[in-house]
């Protein structure tokens, strides 16, 4: 059962469904239980269930608003599950703040952000996940993520979740009944199969774990920091990713005083690159300010692109490795290779004296300035942080869906080593009942009233 407040049926509620602004059209959306007697009174008539019907919009001294189509979507077999009316006009807001204003005073109030959604979700149209997905689909900054948003829409990704928890009810099922006998002689639990099914489940739950990650970005979009010494050319590759020229680039150094911002489509993947001033010991109040800040952005960042001069001494540089908050999540850029000297046969002659020094250390060579290497380094990007090229089975995910997913894998995880370790079939028990729950708030069948209204209140109005 979902833990939510019991639907407000008794209201009926309105917004413009269409953004702000200037437009051909214009639509005014109303749900609940007033809606038919709404549309009756600013149109003269209701249409029938879902046929567009041509309307004048009249108000309450019969003067013309506005003329366009009216539909009537009647409940239960409308999005929110109620009766719904949709008003299409011209997309002018006076004209359509007009529209309102008339069905306001007809009864209807003005709906809060996402409360179409919510409401679908009350009357169980649609599971959490889904109605999240509608939000990420009206949000979608690449072509990849709205194709993951209509997939989550569809219900992959609930259909996923639901597979793992009709597992783990069949292993419930099993343990508390094994538990029910314990005079026995036989050891159900040490004679079944049990162990087996907890470690495949545990491996389905990882695996879905990893495309929630990847969904993950496709939702909030991945978070790159380039940082490096002055004059590695770190502002030549924010402008060269980002196709523009954002940044200033010169040969003075501290050109880059604050932390700069461009977003970008990496292959499919939102992606937010931030350029950051150069990392040094200095005396200018300004360009400390620019440093400190550089340091707190990588604090946030999903990957650190540490950019070196490969034209110059690389030890000082590729010391700053060791100051990043994570090592492990830092690429390093070996940049100007277009200096370098080239041997006989057109290839950079110190290119060993450079592998020496980047043993073992995740690099790619570029040059910023020509544009060489910057497919590779797209690619090497999104393979450091797991991604991959996303198939017609991807899904988008929020950080909220990847956690749930995570606490679960650690049920699992502890649920094995009570059967494993102890033959606690009570324990393992309620390992998987504490699973099931954690799941549950993916789809929204345990979840708390205050997290509900914070999903729904980063909704658009209207939606």
């Not at 949709?86 to 703040?97: F, T």
């Not at 880059?256 to 977003?263: I, Y």
């Not at 010991?281 to 650190?304: C, H, K, P, S, Y």
């Not at 090229?389 to 929020?398: I, K, L, V």
Request: aromatic fraction near 4%; include cysteine.
């Amino acid at each position: 059962m979902k833990v939510t407040a019991p639907p407000p049926h008794n209201e009926t509620i309105c917004a413009n469904a269409t953004p702000p602004g200037v437009g051909g059209v214009g639509i005014v959306r109303i749900s609940g239980p007033g809606a038919v007697e709404i549309a009756r009174s600013v149109g003269g008539k209701v249409p029938a269930p879902r046929t567009a019907v041509f309307t004048r919009f009249r108000d309450v001294d019969g003067s013309l608003i506005d003329s366009g189509l009216m539909l009537f979507f009647p409940g239960p077999h409308s999005f929110t599950g109620e009766d719904v009316v949709e008003m299409q006009g011209h997309g002018g807001p006076v004209v359509l703040q007009m529209l309102l204003n008339r069905v306001r005073d007809l009864g209807a109030r003005s709906a809060r952000p996402g409360e179409f959604s919510e409401r679908a979700f009350l009357n169980d149209k649609l599971d959490l996940a889904q109605a999240e997905a509608i939000a990420d689909l009206v949000t979608s900054a690449t072509d990849t993520a709205a194709r993951a948003a209509q997939q989550s829409l569809s219900g992959v990704f609930s259909r996923r979740v639901a597979e793992l928890q009709e597992a783990m009810t069949r292993m419930r099922v099993f343990v508390e009944a094994a538990i029910d006998f314990p005079d026995e002689e036989i050891d159900f639990l040490a004679e079944s199969d049990i162990l087996q099914q907890v470690q495949q489940t545990r491996e389905t739950l990882a695996l879905l774990l990893a495309e929630a990650r990847q969904g993950r970005l496709l939702h909030d979009g991945l978070v790159l920091a380039i940082v490096g010494r002055p004059n590695a050319g770190k502002s030549s590759l924010l402008n060269a990713l980002s196709g523009q020229d954002s940044a200033i680039v010169t040969e003075t150094p501290g050109t880059t005083r604050d932390v700069l911002r461009e977003r970008i489509d990496l292959d499919g993947v939102p992606a937010f690159i931030a350029d950051t001033a150069g990392l040094r010991d200095t005396d200018d109040q300004i360009e400390a300010e620019g440093v400190r800040r550089a340091r707190r952005a990588l604090q946030t960042a999903d990957l650190a692109l540490l950019v070196v001069d490969t034209s110059a001494e690389l030890r000082a540089q590729l010391a700053l490795r060791s100051e990043m908050p994570d090592p492990g999540r830092t690429l390093v850029v070996c940049n100007k290779c277009d200096l370098l000297e080239k041997d006989s046969a057109g290839q950079p002659a110190s290119l060993d004296t450079l592998e020496e020094h980047l043993a073992g250390i995740p690099h790619v060579y570029i040059s910023a300035s020509t544009g060489s290497g910057l497919v590779d380094l797209k690619a090497r990007i999104l393979q450091f942080v797991g991604t991959s090229e996303q198939s017609e089975g991807g899904f988008t995910a929020r950080q909220r869906h990847v956690d749930a997913l995570k606490r679960a894998a650690a049920h699992l995880q502890e649920g094995e080593r009570q059967l494993s370790e102890y033959r606690a079939g009570e324990l393992l028990a309620e390992e998987l009942r504490l699973a099931q729950q954690d799941l549950g708030e993916i789809t929204g069948e345990t979840v708390a009233d205050d997290l509900l209204g914070e999903i729904f209140s980063s909704f658009c109005i209207g939606k």
